[in-house]
């Protein structure tokens, strides 16, 4: 497969490939996905669908078989602007480059615009403090890929692109990333150690806060 790119990232820009022996027979928003310069494909299934891929100057469906010498021509648009706010504050940064941003979040912090905290959050801040995001799905944002609970402090990575987006949201997903969290009780427990097995569900009475409903045995202690 053999490309053409533009540099410039404030317009739309052009792209194309052309399918070689090894790719002809696949699908056109695999082959799309293949391209350095798209992530997934989501993405890929997205421009074809905006019109914004063409097989040979001609939409095509995603699910569209190439052939060896066919044109794939297709372009990005520039990715928009997020509708929040950017709020400039203090932020705690403990590793910064072009792919992403890690943040040690305070408590009291939100990690995202929600019911009852409409600003003030960590994405409010980060658009404010981060001037090289290049865009997630199309929107210029930073990418989360986990949370921390308002009230709850932490280290959070948060990706600048796409392609740092979906290697993080691979990575949580197969637990490759270990995570520790230390919390504090009140009073002083029985044991070392144990486990508590419970499902979350919403509060009955407050839609903002999560509970469980506890049995009479809810933990178990070796």
């Keep these: 497969m053999s490309s053409s790119k533009s540099s410039s990232s404030d317009e739309a820009r052009p792209l194309a490939l052309a399918v070689d022996a090894d790719l002809a027979g696949s699908r056109l928003d695999k082959v799309l996905a293949g391209h350095a310069e798209i992530s997934s494909r989501e993405i890929a299934r997205r421009l074809i669908a905006q019109g914004a891929a063409l097989l040979n100057s001609r939409r095509?469906?995603?699910?569209?078989?190439?052939?060896?010498?066919?044109r794939v021509e297709f372009h990005l648009p520039p990715?928009?602007?997020?509708?929040?706010?950017?709020?400039?504050?203090?932020?705690?940064?403990?590793?910064?480059?072009d792919w992403l941003i890690v943040i040690d979040k305070p408590a009291g912090v939100p990690m995202h615009p929600g019911p009852g905290?409409?600003?003030?959050?960590?994405?409010?801040?980060?658009?404010?403090h981060c001037g090289d995001l290049s865009g997630i799905g199309g929107e210029r944002?930073?990418?989360?890929?986990?949370?921390?609970?308002k009230d709850t402090?932490?280290?959070?990575?948060?990706?600048?692109?796409?392609?740092?987006?979906?290697?993080?949201?691979?990575?949580?997903?197969?637990?490759?990333?270990?995570?520790?969290?230390?919390?504090?009780?009140?009073?002083?427990?029985?044991?070392?150690?144990?486990?508590?097995?419970?499902?979350?569900?919403r509060h009955r009475k407050s839609r903002l806060k999560r509970s469980v409903e506890?049995?009479?045995?809810?933990?178990?202690?070796?």
């Design 79 to 97: 990715p928009v602007p997020s509708p929040l706010t950017p709020q400039s504050t203090p932020l705690t940064i403990l590793h910064e480059d």
């Design 117 to 128: 905290h409409p600003d003030g959050t960590l994405v409010n801040f980060l658009l404010a």
């Design 153 to 201: 402090s932490g280290v959070v990575v948060i990706a600048k692109n796409d392609w740092a987006h979906l290697g993080l949201a691979q990575q949580f997903e197969a637990h490759s990333i270990a995570r520790t969290y230390f919390g504090l009780v009140i009073g002083r427990p029985t044991a070392e150690k144990g486990r508590i097995d419970l499902p979350l569900s």
């Design 60 to 70: 095509a469906e995603p699910s569209s078989r190439v052939r060896e010498g066919d």
């Design 214 to 222: 506890l049995p009479r045995t809810f933990c178990s202690w070796p």
């Design 141 to 149: 944002r930073p990418g989360i890929v986990h949370r921390l609970d």
